[in-house]
Structures are given as structure tokens and as C-alpha cells.
């Protein structure tokens, strides 16, 4: 008993408290994983919130701060998820491919996803079964229906021709993405439902305008969904994209839900006319067989259909976008594409299927593809359970189960060590001295290992398009004397600060 009041006149309550509580952090720490790749601790909430803020509309100069302080590998704390990012080829090669098995599967469980999948599951954020279901059913039907065939190609040159008349009307300048736009997304449209909208029809431009909601969302990045329960509804930003998102499923889900409905009206087995038609066959198929896993609900298709959209649409008119950006800024590029489509073609339509015959031309939109990375970071995947089993580590890391995953697509397109002067725009990297491609592994415009579903069809829409367009006109810049930095903004894509061309038919 003196002994202890001796103690307690060495040591007051606070410092005893204090002490007590590095004691209990000390064994969080301790008892948390060990040997995970560096960054910043999930302690320091205020680097880690700040990293999340900047890396949406600042990608490039975020990650090159943080693969220079702490390599190519490195984590970051999203509240008490943890989050690796993975840049340079060999290491997304590591993850992508040598060990897909373990970092193949989608953090189901991530705020973002659990809010827009409680409608329904999709193909893109989906796991298991319905996944697996889901995607086959969507590649398999959409190849027999016309994906990467001659029903796809054809809508694509009624696009093509829409675009040629909007763009030989406008007699100043234009910004050209929200054209572009309307085509690519008019072809997923006419492939889903069945019809076009026409350029400046108010409901088209409304539902390209709620896509375009969800693009500039930060997505599972957004740190405010990640703050402890309840503490999120108390920020007005954090409960505003909220809410936002909701009211942008709620638009979408009205829309899709009346075509559903439409064609449910006008069903028949016999003349199978797009993509919704395919989803009602196979859900009366189902029903009919009692199919206890039955995935083709309502719900789960207006997934799949706002899937489709998402990949399909923004990437490749972006992509587009860009591509017409370098052509004015490299008129000698446009010069030499124009001239190998002349010599090859003359004035014949240009189909996909004779893209081999246009050598400079493909590896022209290469190098696009390859400068402009549209898709910097694919996201996401997460570290399964048999990851224990099955590895020790990975690059010398351990990555705990549930871990998310971040791959910089960027790095690997910009990777010193397989690509020469890799900042330079130079075409002739994809062709060798006899003029044949060349193909680089390091080049990675829509990832690596499991195929993007809409890989084919994104590579149709964007040969097709710049070649056919290139055959009619002729692009400048909007003023010849003032170019363009070839700036970048970030949302989902990666955007070219906006630009304006003149496109001069040519005779």
C-alpha cells in the first residue's frame, strides 16, 4: 500500500493516462500486418485524406510524388482500408497475370459499389457466380448479336455519317468530344435498345448528361465515404455525392426500366431485335427450368446495361478525343495517315476488317493510345484469401487479405525501360524498318491478363471513326498560331483540357 502511494506521487492521472494510451496504440500497431509496402500510416488521417482528394483530379503529380518517395509499390489508409497502388510493367505484370488467381477478385464491400450495385449486379463491380453468369452471357450474346461483326459495323457508319453532316455544318470552330459523344454512345444505345436518338434530341442529351454525372465522380476513391459511421452524414459534401448518386441511379433505373417494359409488350422469340430482347429470353428461360441461381432480373440487367455504357462510352470518346487533339497538333501525323488511307483506299469506305492494310494508321492510334493513357489507374481488384496460402509475398511485400488494389496503367505505357523517350509522340516506335507492327508488352491501353469485354468493340469504334473521318476531312486547330499544351484533366477518364477545330472537307 505505501509503495503504491509512492507511485502515484511519482506519476499523476494525466501522465498515467497518456502513457496508457501509447501502451494501446503500441499494441495496434503491433497486432496489425507487418511488412506491407511503405506509405503513409492509417494513423495520419489528414495526409491520407488529402492524398485521396488530390489524386482524382491530379493523378499524374500525385503518383509521381509518391512512387519517388517510396517506390512503385506503396499504400495509403482510406479510414482503415487499406489500399496498395501498383505502377511499372513488371509489377502489373506480377499482379495482372502471374498472379490473377489472388488479384482477380472485386471489393464487393466498398461503400461506392455497395450503393451502386444495390440495385442490381453488374459485370464490371460484381463478384462469384452472378459475375461469372453475368459477363458470359453479355460476351456470348453480344458476339452473336454483332459485337465485333458487320451489324455493329454498320451502325457505327450511320454515326459516321451523322458526325461527317454535323461537323460540315458547322462553319466556325467546334469542340468536337460532345459530338463524338453522341456517336458512341447513339452505336451502345442502337445495340441495346434497338434505336438512335438524332444529336440535339433533349432525352438523348439528358441521359448523356447524367453518364457524364457519374464520370466526374470520384468513385471508390472518394475519402468521405470512408469516415466512421455517421460522421459522414454530418459533412455537407460527403451526404451532397450521396445524394448525388442517387438521384442519378434513380434517373438511369426510370429510363431502362421503360424500355425493359416496352419490349416486354412487344416480345417475340422469333425476331430477336437487340440486346433487352436477349435479357427477356433468357429470363423466361430461366423461369421455365426453375433455375434456383437465377441472375437475369431486372435488377441485375440494368446493371449489366449501365456497365455498358460506363465502359463503353466515355473511355473511347475520350480516347477519340484525344486522338483528334494530336492530329491537329501533329499535322504531319494526320498528313502521313491521310495519305497511306489514299493510296490504300482511295474514296472506298474503310471497314475494320482490312485495318492490317493500314500499318501507319494503327500504329498512329498506338501511340495515341499509349501518350494519352485515358484510363490511368484500373481499379479495382483486392487480395483474396488464398493469397496466404498460395504466396509469401509479393516484390518482397505482404498484402494482407482484402486489400484493394491500384494498378497505373501510365507507368507502364510510360516505362523507361521498355519504351525509348517514352514522353516523345513518335508513331514510328510501333513499326519496324520493313514497316510491319511491332508489338510492345509494356503496352497496356486496357490493362492486361482477363480480357476488357469491350476491348474489341472500343478498338472497331475508334479505327473506324478516325480513319473514315480523316478520309472526308481535314483537321486544324482553331487558330494556327496558338497551340494546344496537350494539358490534362482528371475524372473517371483522363480528358484533354478542352480544345476547338475547324474540319475542312477535303475535295
Given amino acids: 500500500m505505501e509503495f503504491t502511494v509512492h507511485l502515484m506521487d511519482l506519476i499523476s492521472l494525466p501522465v498515467l493516462l497518456k502513457l496508457l494510451a501509447v501502451f494501446l496504440i503500441y499494441l495496434v500497431i503491433l497486432s496489425g500486418p507487418r511488412n506491407i509496402p511503405p506509405g503513409k500510416s492509417k494513423w495520419n488521417l489528414i495526409a491520407s485524406f488529402s492524398f485521396f482528394t488530390n489524386f482524382f483530379k491530379h493523378q499524374e503529380a500525385t503518383m509521381q510524388r509518391m512512387t519517388s518517395k517510396y517506390g512503385n509499390i506503396f499504400s495509403m489508409y482510406m479510414g482503415n482500408q487499406l489500399v496498395v497502388f501498383i505502377s511499372g510493367y513488371d509489377n502489373i505484370y506480377q499482379v495482372l497475370v502471374k498472379q490473377a488467381d489472388v488479384f482477380s477478385d472485386r471489393p464487393t464491400w466498398l461503400p461506392y459499389i455497395k450503393q451502386m450495385t444495390k440495385i442490381g449486379q453488374g459485370i464490371i ?124 441511379l434513380t434517373k438511369l433505373q426510370s429510363y431502362v426500366y421503360n424500355q425493359i417494359e416496352e419490349h416486354e409488350g412487344s416480345y417475340d422469340p422469333n425476331d430477336i431485335r437487340d440486346f433487352v430482347d436477349l435479357y427477356i429470353k433468357a429470363s423466361k428461360e430461366a423461369k421455365e427450368a426453375k433455375d434456383e441461381n437465377d441472375v437475369f432480373t431486372k435488377g441485375n440487367i440494368f446493371r449489366v446495361i449501365c456497365d455498358l455504357f460506363v465502359a463503353g462510352s466515355e473511355s473511347t470518346s475520350t480516347t477519340l478525343d484525344w486522338a483528334f487533339l494530336y492530329m491537329i497538333e501533329y499535322p504531319d501525323v494526320q498528313k502521313k495517315c491521310q495519305q497511306e488511307i489514299q493510296e490504300v483506299y482511295g474514296n472506298k469506305q474503310i471497314k475494320y476488317a482490312d485495318r492490317d492494310k493500314l500499318k501507319y494508321v494503327e500504329a498512329t492510334l498506338m501511340e495515341i493510345q499509349r501518350c494519352a493513357t485515358v484510363g490511368k489507374v484500373y481499379i479495382t481488384f483486392k487480395c483474396s484469401a488464398c493469397y496466404q496460402k498460395k504466396h509469401k509475398t509479393l516484390k518482397g511485400y505482404f498484402i494482407p487479405e482484402n486489400t484493394v488494389i491500384i494498378t497505373n496503367l501510365e507507368s507502364s505505357n510510360m516505362d523507361s525501360k521498355y519504351w525509348d523517350n517514352p514522353k516523345e509522340f513518335r508513331p514510328e516506335r510501333f513499326l519496324d524498318e520493313s514497316g510491319e507492327l511491332v508489338r510492345n508488352p509494356a503496352f497496356l491501353p486496357f490493362s492486361t491478363g482477363k480480357v476488357c469485354p469491350g476491348e474489341t468493340f472500343a478498338k472497331m469504334e475508334m479505327f473506324l471513326v478516325v480513319t473514315n473521318l480523316l478520309q472526308r476531312f481535314t483537321f486544324y486547330r482553331e487558330r494556327e498560331d496558338c497551340c494546344h499544351d496537350l494539358g490534362r484533366r482528371c475524372a473517371s477518364t483522363v480528358q484533354p483540357t478542352p480544345y476547338k477545330l475547324r474540319a475542312i472537307k477535303r475535295t
Fill in 125 to 248: 463491380m460484381n463478384d462469384g457466380y452472378s459475375w461469372k453468369r453475368l459477363r458470359q452471357f453479355t460476351l456470348q450474346n453480344l458476339r452473336d448479336f454483332g459485337m465485333g461483326k458487320s451489324l455493329n459495323e454498320e451502325n457505327i457508319f450511320i454515326e459516321i455519317d451523322a458526325l461527317s453532316k454535323a461537323l460540315t455544318k458547322k462553319e466556325e470552330a467546334v469542340e468536337i468530344k460532345p459530338l463524338i459523344t453522341c456517336a458512341i454512345s447513339n452505336v451502345i444505345h442502337n445495340v441495346v435498345f434497338g434505336f438512335r436518338f438524332d444529336y440535339e434530341d433533349p432525352e438523348f442529351l439528358d441521359i448523356i448528361n447524367t453518364l457524364n454525372d457519374i464520370f466526374r465522380h470520384p468513385g471508390i476513391l472518394n475519402p468521405f465515404d470512408y469516415f466512421p459511421l455517421g460522421i459522414g452524414g454530418l459533412i455537407p459534401r460527403a451526404q451532397q455525392l450521396r445524394e448525388q448518386r442517387k438521384r442519378v
